[in-house]
């Protein structure tokens, strides 16, 4: 096992890394203020972990309920997280209940906010079953549910006590939410570390095939460099946005689609490429880099350009909304070099729809 | 105009005590981070104070949106508060927006718990337009909506920017509105202050006449009291609780009848009265001082006993749910005198049911 410390003064916590976690109920019940705890898990994950991580828990005189949420970012929702409050205050959970949130992205968030907000705020704990989940929603305390009209746009910061990423539960995950976790990893090596990004390249094949060592590398870094940058900024006013790099992009798709027709991993996948083109069109990227770039999400199986079914015109109007923007103007994450990353405020309208264009023609 | 100093470190703020205060809009603008901003207020209020804000704000160039949201605790819901979202993304309200709530404290809780979800937090502002508001929700950083099965079950701590409390506004207010409040405000004396107490005694008839110079010294002490208690414990852990004094019975009494039959202040001041009577049953209080506060209670015009429609073993069932509960167990807050409060742990099952099968028969 490996531990990554995330440096927040008060609320620090740690990132335990490794296999077969989930049998050691005590990385968890070690750091329970109180003896009681909810865990929130999904119809996926739930007949898989459930059992084991309640009855570990109760091996150590845990009181524990549990609740199961319907399984997809579509249910990333208010209604979804009404079940747990509905189930919290069913069972009379109280304020000392910590909430263990034992899933992917979707269930961290919803949990997470429903422990951000649950009678003003309980603790929290993440057991990410995803790759996602593992290097990026179990850093930076992001939580929350999507509107309508935008995604997490309803939410809090509100930090784990501990995270316990088991990469023994990616054994089980679907090859396209794999990749969906892969592209995050590409990210991190792409806004802040050409070695890693380097070594992303040597060994694609590796995390593709699920070899351990290869991901718990790749799990390991990637928190470790996206706690790096939360450390510096935990309440995202400036270089956290650094790691928005294909967000804004992203975003819209995932908005323009319908929450759930492409994971999230995918939609940054292609936005990264998007954003990464749109540096290379300003001169702030060699075009060796983008190209770089795009082969290796490529090669992870991931989308390089927008669904055919979302055109140019629609992306940008969708880019208008996103939470990111400042005072109402648009904030890109360009890279100027793969490991470097930068911010643009308002890139020239001209070259934004360059460059969606030239992605529609893809 | 009077200034007191919420003192909380970094989430340092203040309020501002006086008559004509809503026409000073650069008590505003001046601590606006930037000049967006959207005002929240309801049916009842916009009509009398909504223009006049708005129209200061822009006279102080602020961007200013506005949201009029249904009046009554009933509305305290997921879906009112829907309403404030859906107006601020229509808008295109970015985090740099400033959420300002016009109204009393339903409008505050509403306003601030959007400020404190919206985006993952946005800067907040209260202009506090009734009694209760002013004495209690200006304090504290409480937000939260209802839920079917309690009150205040979802929420967050999310402290203002500043608070202007215009004491001209209570003019407008209904005569059970202006109660209400005395209700907190006698609360304030009972739990900390005999001095304060004895004067209110003095002066409740020229309260209940709403003689300016007496309304601004019963703000002022109260929201000093609370700010003392408050500054010592802003997560609520410890003596914060003493601010619950008459909340356990108030709640259950509100959950009882259905949120908005009673005003929380009615059925806090009822739960005052029966808080004092468990204190005397059990030997901790003089029963002269007990009969000074219902004495106290009823000379405000407030209700001394729960109503007649909700009986003992309902009011004790509901009790049970008390988000104040601690790992399962009662909490109620008690007096020792006039004055001086103390925590109780699980008061003796026999003289809690004495307390309420006696109230049932007032």
Excluded at 30 to 48: C, M
Excluded at 146 to 159: D, R, S, Y
Excluded at 229 to 239: I, K
Excluded at 263 to 282: F, K, P, Q, T, Y
Aim: charged share 20%.
């Amino acid at each position: 096992m490996q531990t990554v410390r995330i440096a927040l003064g008060e609320r620090a916590y740690d990132i335990h890394i490794g296999a077969d976690l989930l049998a050691r109920a005590e990385l968890i019940s070690g750091v329970l203020p109180h003896p009681r705890a909810a865990v929130v898990s999904n119809t996926t994950v739930a007949p898989l972990y459930l059992e084991q991580v309640c009855a570990g828990l109760r091996g150590a005189n845990v009181d524990v309920v549990s609740v199961v949420l319907p399984d997809g970012e579509a249910y990333k929702n208010w209604d979804t997280l009404q079940l747990v409050f509905d189930a919290l205050l069913a069972n009379r959970c109280d304020r000392q209940t910590t909430l263990i949130a034992l899933g992917g992205g979707v269930v961290g968030d919803i949990a997470g906010f429903a422990a951000a907000t649950y009678q003003r705020g309980v603790p929290f704990i993440q057991i990410p079953t995803t790759l996602l989940a593992q290097v990026d929603s179990s850093v930076g305390g992001k939580t929350g549910i999507n509107h309508p009209l935008g995604k997490n746009m309803i939410g809090a910061f509100h930090q784990p006590l501990v995270v316990v990423a088991d990469t023994g539960t990616l054994r089980s995950l679907l090859d396209r939410e794999l990749r969906a976790g892969i592209a995050e990893i590409i990210k991190h090596g792409a806004i802040r570390d050409a070695t890693f990004f380097a070594w992303l390249e040597a060994n694609m094949a590796a995390l593709l095939a699920r070899e351990p060592a290869a991901l718990a590398h790749a799990v390991r870094r990637s928190v470790e460099i996206k706690a790096e940058v939360v450390a510096l900024d935990e309440r995202e006013t400036g270089p956290r946005a650094l790691l928005n790099f294909g967000h804004t992009f992203g975003h819209a798709i995932e908005t323009g689609l319908g929450y759930g027709e492409w994971l999230h991993g995918e939609a940054v996948a292609a936005g990264m490429v998007m954003a990464a083109d749109l540096s290379c069109r300003i001169g702030r990227l060699d075009a060796a880099d983008r190209d770089r770039l795009r082969a290796l999400v490529s090669r992870a199986g991931l989308p390089v350009a927008p669904p055919p079914d979302l055109d140019p015109e629609r992306i940008r109007s969708l880019m208008g909304v996103d939470k990111k923007a400042k005072a109402g103007r648009m904030r890109l994450i360009l890279l100027a070099s793969l490991g470097t990353a930068t911010i643009a405020t308002e890139p020239p309208e001209d070259v934004l729809r360059a460059t969606l264009t030239a992605a529609a023609a893809r």
